[in-house]
């Protein structure tokens, strides 16, 4: 069997090919059961720290039904991983990005590139959520006062405790989704008798203040997202399990319980009152509870066809107005794929079309998976890892810097570049249509990166964020690294098969 191709290729003897397959298999015994130090694979190929960093945590994304998945490009000095947490109208992205001992929060949009939001000096931030008309954005300042909910708009950040005016012994900690209505909808410290726990909160600007009350034994202890509809959805502690919950102001809350009583989480509800989420059990499912009630539906038994071998729907992070889920896809090695779901119309309304967008995590247990958003539009905001084959961080390396950073990727797929199957920045692609439908799987679509943004932000439009600037990351040149045996092998195969392509055509 010839070692490039697939092809069973007769060779016909005293061909110089003998030699030469000999020789570069026996230079592959040297190395074998240990790495060796060599220079970098170029002395052009420059990978910033930051670059090296880049492997160790998440990547925000977008992703659209025209454009496919697309990278947010260059990001501030010092901060190295991050998430989307909301998107607005496709091109004004909110998220988090994180580095050594910070957390930031930061918008995007095409023309100026990831800008940091003001805050206070030395704190902590993070947004989460979005305006219906993309001017005010929800999430915390946390500085030498403690953790505050707030809002930032033009002016920049207004703490919440200032102007929701909570009662004696609550503390407002964090904003979590800001409802088209305008309804804010977060967590809440409270210190009764000396002692703290976690409560829920909804305010309305001009309307007050409600703290959620308790289900018999069960307390609310978050606010996760708020729909049109005025439902609101969270996480309940129940007799020590965690359940999600589902609330509208005038209405009996309700424990969205599983029939096993195991552990469930709300993620995403709509203005019809359909939450979607996941019961934890074994195995973990991703689910939906219609707005009538009953007991949670897993959505793995409502696709149109089956997914294809191997591949579970697992959590179901966000619902939109017309339906469509963004959903989380676990494969039987542990990699995990972002999947859309469309609601089926005509004779099978109820049902859904799944397609899969691409990997975007290479295995579940190295990483806590985002948080995803849906919008009406289709857009999905979230984060990835960047060694997935379909994150659009991926696109941005060359093979020679891929391979100067094969000693990192090692850490996490372990057996090196060949893991990567090719250096294409395409993706995966999807497994496709279930039944048939208009819904294709994509092939992963290519990145549309920027290559500048992250220290501009004169001349954005509404809102303005004045941006914390800073200067591009130094970048250096790798000049000696070990190179993990994987990296040697494929160097070593690579060439084989340059030399090798003379001799297989003339046979």
């Not at 947004?127 to 001017?135: E, K, L, R």
């Not at 048939?436 to 799987?441: E, L, N, Q």
């Amino acid at each position: 069997m010839s070692i490039i191709g697939r092809r069973r290729s007769k060779v016909r003897p005293n061909v110089p090919v003998m030699g030469i397959g000999a020789l570069c298999v026996a230079a592959l015994f040297p190395f074998a059961g240990f790495a060796a130090t060599e220079p970098a694979p170029s002395s052009s190929v420059e990978v910033t720290p930051q670059q090296a960093a880049l492997f160790a945590g998440q990547r925000p994304f977008t992703w659209s039904p025209d454009g496919g998945f697309r990278d947010l490009g260059a990001l501030p000095q010092g901060l190295t991983s991050g998430n989307a947490s909301d998107v607005f109208n496709g091109n004004l992205v909110i998220g988090v990005l994180t580095g050594e001992q910070q957390s930031v929060a930061f918008s995007w949009d095409p023309e100026n590139g990831v800008v940091l939001l003001n805050a206070a000096p030395g704190a902590q931030t993070g947004v989460t959520a979005v305006s219906a008309n993309g001017s005010v954005f929800a999430g915390w300042q946390e500085g030498a006062e403690g953790r505050r909910a707030g809002l930032w708009t033009e002016t920049g950040f207004q703490d919440l405790n200032t102007v929701a005016q909570p009662p004696e012994g609550v503390t407002l900690t964090e904003a979590s989704d800001i409802s088209p209505s305008g309804d804010i909808v977060g967590i809440a410290r409270q210190v009764i008798n000396g002692e703290e726990r976690q409560i829920a909160f909804v305010w309305t600007p001009g309307g007050g203040l409600k703290l959620l009350p308790n289900i018999g034994d069960a307390a609310f202890e978050t606010a996760k997202s708020a729909s049109a509809g005025g439902f609101v959805i969270g996480q309940a502690m129940s007799s020590g399990v965690s359940q999600g919950y589902v609330w509208r102001d005038g209405e009996p809350a309700r424990l969205l319980t599983a029939p096993d009583g195991s552990p469930s989480e709300a993620l995403g509800v709509n203005s019809s009152g359909d939450v979607v989420g996941s019961v934890i059990g074994e195995p973990t499912s991703a689910v939906i509870w219609p707005r009538d009630g009953g007991d949670p539906i897993d959505l793995n038994t409502r696709l149109v066809g089956p997914l294809p071998d191997g591949f579970t729907l697992v959590r179901a992070e966000s619902i939109n107005e017309e339906g469509q889920i963004a959903a989380y896809a676990r494969s039987e090695t542990g990699a995990i794929s972002l999947v859309l779901l469309s609601p089926s119309r005509g004779a099978r309304a109820g049902m859904y079309v799944a397609r899969n967008l691409g990997e975007v995590y290479v295995d579940e247990t190295l990483q806590p998976l985002s948080a995803l958003t849906i919008s009406d539009d289709g857009s999905i905001a979230g984060g990835c890892a960047p060694l997935a084959r379909s994150c659009p961080a991926f696109n941005s390396f060359g093979a020679e810097q891929l391979a100067a950073l094969d000693g990192v990727t090692n850490l996490f797929t372990g057996n090196g570049l060949a893991a990567f199957g090719g250096f294409t920045g395409a993706g995966l692609g999807g497994f496709g249509d279930i039944g048939g439908t208009d819904f294709g799987g994509t092939g992963g679509a290519a990145a549309t990166t920027p290559t500048t943004g992250g220290t501009g932000g004169v001349g954005r439009g509404t809102p303005f964020f004045p941006p914390v600037t800073s200067s591009a990351p130094t970048t250096t040149t790798v000049a000696a690294a070990p190179v993990p045996l994987p990296a040697a092998i494929w160097a070593l195969l690579l060439s084989l098969g340059l030399l090798l392509r003379p001799w297989r055509r003339r046979f």
